[in-house]
């Protein structure tokens, strides 16, 4: 049974600092390539991050550019996002997800496997 479990959300004020983990069990890590998404009430899910198998292929949204830096160790099975700089609009639930390919990453990759998500609170 594949799992993936995020930690690290949490509260934090405007120009703070977090790090989300997200620890995958039951599946081949080095098979898969990992992304993190976010929600914030009222809107639609949105991929902010995104990492290949061996981490040589990287994506981050505009929205966050220069902020976030995802990467991954494969032999802890886990992928980690290092946000920075976090503004108000970070608010939102965010979740990891895995999908099985050895290709670059890119927006266009349909997940196959998700997380629960963790609550990432902005306060200004």
């Known amino acids: 049974q594949v799992q993936l479990v995020e930690s690290g959300g949490g509260l934090v004020q405007a120009g703070g600092s977090l790090r989300l983990s997200c620890a995958a069990s039951g599946l081949a890590f080095s098979n898969y390539a990992m992304g993190w998404f976010r929600q914030a009430p009222g809107k639609e899910r949105e991929l902010i991050a995104a990492i290949s198998w061996g981490g040589g292929s990287k994506y981050s949204a505009d929205s966050v550019k220069g902020r976030f830096t995802i990467s991954r160790d494969n032999a802890k099975n886990t992928v980690y996002l290092q946000m920075n700089s976090l503004k108000s609009e970070d608010t939102a639930v965010y979740y990891c997800?895995?999908?099985?390919?050895?290709?670059?990453?890119?927006?266009?990759?349909?997940?196959?496997?998700w997380g629960q998500g963790t609550q990432v609170t902005v306060s200004s």
């Open positions: 997800a895995a999908v099985r390919t050895r290709s670059a990453v890119g927006a266009g990759l349909k997940y196959d496997y």
